[in-house]
């Protein structure tokens, strides 16, 4: 299934090549504040997704005229691992790695969809560098997770830019501008994707590739990330985390177009301004 986003906060199934609007069936008060609708929805989502689509209220869509949204607005934590593919650590010159340093804070504000520009900051002589990474949904509420245990708290997959300010500044700082967070276009269950371990994530600017890798090269593994930060901190149904960045990182300007496609997960063209 895929579970999207949509014209103003109405909430989507995708089922094979059929989609509809389940807001009403649901009960969303698309309105309601703070925008956690799609996060209720992942928590109950095995109590209340079965037969939604033949729910009285689910009305089918047509997919290609609905302007999709990012699919979680409003996360507990947005989290990241740095330097998490030896390539990119020679690349930058890091003494860092996800194994030696854990995850780091995005701040939730800046997600945006797959429809909303990246949004450069007035840095003069400053540059801002785009990162691939595969974002992972949390499902449920875990703490202190083994790796046994790890895939079976994933709710599903997402197409995920880190976008960064290179610079001194505290790390947390320098990716949290709004906007530096595309993340989409839809959530891919995790049934969906047969084995996230091998997966090709690719980047292009202006349709020129620019990374090209494969997660069967992550440094700290899928299950790995989810042990590591439950240790940490509690996981709650609609976290997400973002894998890292393969080598190829490299600056964007106003007027570029980025593009990321991850296999089996989706794909996003985003405009920068």
């Known amino acids: 299934m895929k579970l999207f986003r949509f014209d103003g906060g109405r909430i989507g199934l995708g089922i094979e090549d059929h989609y509809y609007d389940v807001t009403d069936a649901l009960g969303v008060d698309t309105q309601a504040w703070p925008p956690v609708q799609m996060v209720q929805f992942i928590a109950d989502f095995a109590q209340r997704s079965p037969g939604l689509e033949k729910h009285?209220?689910?009305?089918?869509?047509?997919?290609?005229?609905?302007?999709?949204e990012v699919p979680i607005l409003w996360p507990n934590k947005l989290l990241a691992y740095p330097v998490n593919y030896v390539k990119h650590g020679e690349e930058m010159k890091s003494?860092?790695?996800?194994?030696?340093?854990?995850?780091f804070l995005k701040a939730n504000s800046s997600l945006s969809g797959p429809n909303d520009p990246i949004v450069l900051p007035d840095l003069p002589g400053r540059e801002i560098h785009h990162e691939c990474e595969l974002g992972i949904v949390i499902g449920k509420t875990v703490k202190n997770v083994s790796r046994e245990?790890?895939?079976?708290?994933?709710?599903?997959?997402?197409?995920?830019?880190?976008?960064?300010?290179r610079g001194k500044e505290e790390r947390v700082m320098?990716?949290?501008?709004?906007?530096?967070?595309?993340?989409?276009?839809?959530?891919?269950?995790a049934d969906e994707v047969k084995d996230p371990a091998n997966l090709q994530a690719k980047l292009w600017i202006n349709d020129e590739l620019r990374q090209n890798a494969n997660t069967r090269?992550?440094?700290?593994?899928?299950?790995?990330?989810?042990?590591?930060?439950s240790r940490v901190a509690t996981l709650y149904p609609?976290?997400?985390?973002?894998?890292?960045?393969?080598?190829?990182?490299?600056?964007v300007q106003r007027g570029d177009r980025l593009r990321i496609a991850i296999e089996q997960v989706?794909?996003?063209?985003?405009?920068?301004?």
């Open 56 to 68: 009285p209220k689910t009305r089918p869509v047509d997919f290609a005229s609905l302007r999709l």
């Open 95 to 103: 003494v860092n790695r996800a194994d030696l340093n854990g995850f």
């Open 149 to 165: 245990e790890a895939m079976g708290c994933i709710f599903g997959y997402a197409c995920l830019v880190d976008m960064v300010v």
């Open 174 to 189: 320098r990716k949290s501008y709004d906007s530096f967070c595309p993340f989409g276009p839809w959530i891919v269950t």
């Open 217 to 229: 090269d992550l440094i700290v593994d899928i299950p790995g990330m989810i042990e590591l930060a």
């Open 238 to 251: 609609g976290d997400i985390i973002a894998t890292g960045t393969p080598e190829g990182v490299g600056p």
């Open 266 to 273: 989706g794909e996003m063209t985003l405009e920068v301004r």
